[in-house]
């Protein structure tokens, strides 16, 4: 089969972008979270009112709050969407879903999913192709196609819990794919109108911020890898100042003429938000928190604590997002912004003083992506994809990034099991997973069997106890008088236990950067 494949040359990648097609297809009639009614909500918003009321529009709770260009796509689709029913686009039409509307929502979807398609098909190509294979099935561009096609936690959030990811991140995916194929003014332009889609990926902005300046603003090294200061080109770094000034003047030139800038930015950035989201993302202040809870607990036991100081809420409320700490110090969002600075300088300095191409981008991407996620402020769980994704790109390539991807992939993909909390959906992600899970580990194994093992024993322990925590949360717990007393419960184990897994990644990762050595043929790129 895996000759057949091969003699039909790219007919294998048609073939895995259609099944995956057909799979999304198959998951329409699936639960969908209160996303669907915000983009519906948008929908209605960009198509009825003028430019000027976009950014100021409250009927419902779900508020435009993504950069102006989402709000020209939302607009776009608008105009496709009044064919399939026009009653989607009332304003006041809240929670309105009817048939049409789910079918025109998610095919929406689907539909756009292309630009991903397309961009896994381009990072494919920049795979490099020494591990030649007979079988196209251990070839490194068809598990990596697999891996990014398929990915479990796209497929979920998408698909299921109704998002538009796929599509930004084929933005995200043929920017990196044009930096690391030296189409440098091509990556920059597509970054640039990424960020005007979605502000979260300004995270990973310093990666791309300092690889251009590294390797399009400066156009030589010397010998032993060290920049060569006269090789500045003005005309470079002039050339990328136009992109993101003209796409940042397309996209919030409007509102600035309108004298609504200060309106956009604070839709964007809503600080009044809580430290962490309703279900806590399986970052540092999942555990920061917990270890809050348990030193209450302890305090109240040992009468440390004075138990009418207490607020109630923080004992029993759980998962909430405005979080009461009680021993440890409250964190306010500028702790967070230099937590999360200081966790993303070390990669950034090995970017620029220990230069390795396309590989040294891709690693400090994932850094960047995974620092935010553990430091931010009120990160959502559904982040984590954010650096799983471009770290696909690694994890073909060498063993070692194989490993920290299927411990990080493993984590951060059960974290999303929570945002499927219904009955008929429970097969449904445990198949997913289980398919996503035991492909990763089997091909990447094929990959680099003649190599060290992937994992040693005790991040096999680790990744093997989340078995029987999800039987406790899913089967047992429910069972249990607990359940009334503490239904936060199934959610904080999940999330702390992933947080440990979370956190052993991006510390594993981050050793693997600074420690490893660089080849003479990098150090001359």
Known sequence: AGSAMAAGGRSWFRALALGVSFLKCLLIPAYYS??????????????????????????SEWTLDYPPFFAWFEYALSHVAKYFDPKMLVIKNLNYTSRATILFQRFSVIFTDILFIYAVRECCRCVNGKRSAKDILEKPTFILAVLLLWNFGLLIVDHIHFQYNGFLFGLMLLSAARLCQKRYLEGALLFAVLLHFKHIYIYVAPAYGVYLLRSYCFTANNADGSLKWRSFSLLHITLLGLIVCLVSALSLGPFIVLGQLHQVISRLFPFKRGLCHAYWAPNFWALYNAMDKALTILGLKCNFLDPTKIPKASMTGGLVQEFQHTVLPSVTPLATLIC?????????FCLWFKPQGPR???????????????????????????????????????????????????????????????????????????????????????????ERPLLNWLETI????????????EIIFPLTPWKRHFPFVPLLLTSVYCALGVTYAWLKLYVSVLTERISVKQKAE
């Not at 519906?40 to 100021?56: C, F, G, K």
């Not at 999360?340 to 950034?348: A, F, H, M, N, Q």
């Open 462 to 473: 680790y990744l093997v106890q989340l078995v029987p925590l999800e039987i406790f949360c």
């Open 340 to 348: 999360t600075l200081i966790s993303i300088l070390p990669s950034v």
């Open 360 to 450: 040294g981008f891709l690693q400090c991407l994932v850094l960047c992506a995974l620092s935010s996620f553990m430091f931010g402020w009120h990160v959502h769980e559904k982040a984590i994809l954010l650096a799983i994704l471009p770290l696909s790109l690694l994890s073909v390539q060498k063993a070692k990034d194989a490993g920290i991807y299927l411990i990080l992939t493993t984590t951060g993909h059960f974290s999303l099991f929570p945002l499927l909390f219904t009955p008929p959906e429970l097969p449904i992600k445990i198949l997913l997973m289980l398919l996503f899970t035991v492909y990763s580990f089997s091909s990447l194994k094929s990959l680099f069997r003649r």
């Open 34 to 59: 209160t996303d669907f009614e915000v983009h519906r909500n948008w929908l209605a918003i960009t198509h009825n009112l003028p430019l000027s009321q976009w950014y100021y529009e409250a009927t």
